[in-house]
């Protein structure tokens, strides 16, 4: 069970994981996104030899786009999605006692359309409150509360960057594989975080893009953050300079921002929440890499005997599952080489 810690813990850092003395196992972390940072800084700060191979990294991948709150979204299997994410939460947890790391834990108020929702059985440890009639907006009919780690993405990234490169690791992004073989045969063992592209470099025709769009808007008095997965989809997260405001939920690999959604987006919050026309600061869109039969974590021999561990296919949860899956393939790792 996870237990609450206060907003008032203090500024305290982040416990990190003692670096290990053997360094002689070489991996490659193929892909930028927040599940190849993750597992990379999990692997160095163990004392794996270890590179990140990109072709995009920082503001350019799908990760960045991404409203970044903790929960299970759009992913499946809840028997193994469930641990993971608990995992993570934890870690975020420890995060947010440090504000330069961009995680902080808030307020979630989850809301329903169509009829009675409540609390799900794994969030019980986070004292979750069913929301009085008062608290419901006139848009929906029900809803409940939990506070969970919002994780600001530029801030997050950038912190993981670089407590990857001071741990030793080496990025390398311009980079495009066709297939996982390309990879160097210096490297022993690959980790293959590669999101969306797992498609293609696998190849893993189960791997579906689902776009989502979202709208950075000018900040404005929200003061929890409120979702609700009921058509159409809609999300505002408060962070600390700005609004997230979504969002879009379709099976497509267009990345191009579509002014029309974007208008669609922020008039459906500005109906439900009440507010004043927001600046439109930014759109952005990424593409979730979800994969039918549910999130693939799990050990493969390439051609010639070289180990891969995948990890991808984590639906809209990406950052909810970072932490979870990272101990997972350092465990694997651990066994493989």
Known sequence: MISRKSDTDGDKPAPRHPIAVNTKARVAVVGAGVSGLTCAVLLAEHGFTTSIL???????????????????????????????????????????????????????????????????????????????????????????????????????????????????VSIQDGLHFENLEEIEDRFDLVVNCSGI????????????????????????????????????????????????????NDVSDDRAADSDATARIVTECQRVLGFAAPAILAEHVGLRPSRKGGVRVAMEKLRGGRV??????????????????????????????
Not at 95 to 110: C, I, K, Q, Y
Not at 124 to 131: I, K
Not at 209 to 216: E, K, L, M, N, T
Request: glycine share 8%; proline share 9%.
């Open 308 to 337: 891969v561990i995948h990890n991808y296919g984590h639906g809209g949860a990406g950052f909810t599952l970072s932490w979870g899956c990272a101990q997972t393939v350092f465990e694997l790792a651990q066994n493989a080489v």
């Open 54 to 168: 990109a072709e995009q990294i920082g503001d350019r991948t799908d990760s960045a786009a991404a409203a970044a709150i903790w929960f299970p979204y759009d992913v499946e299997p809840a028997e193994a999605v469930i641990p993971w994410a608990l995992i993570a939460y934890g870690r975020f947890q420890e995060l947010a006692r440090d504000p330069s790391t961009g995680v902080s834990m808030v307020e979630m108020r989850t809301f329903s359309r169509v009829g009675p929702i409540a609390p799900p059985n794994w969030a019980q440890a986070f004292a979750p409150r069913v929301l009085a009639g008062r608290e419901i907006p006139a848009a929906f009919v029900s809803g409940f509360s939990i506070r969970v780690p919002l994780i600001e993405t530029n801030k997050y990234l950038d912190y993981l960057q670089t407590r990857a490169i001071d741990a030793g």
């Open 197 to 248: 592209g797992a498609q293609r470099l696998v190849p893993d025709p189960a791997i579906e893009p689902h776009r989502g769009q979202v709208a950075i808007v000018a900040k404005f008095d929200l003061p929890y953050a409120v979702v609700c997965d009921d058509p159409p989809l809609m999300y505002a997260i408060p962070r600390s300079r700005d609004c997230v405001l979504g969002g879009t």
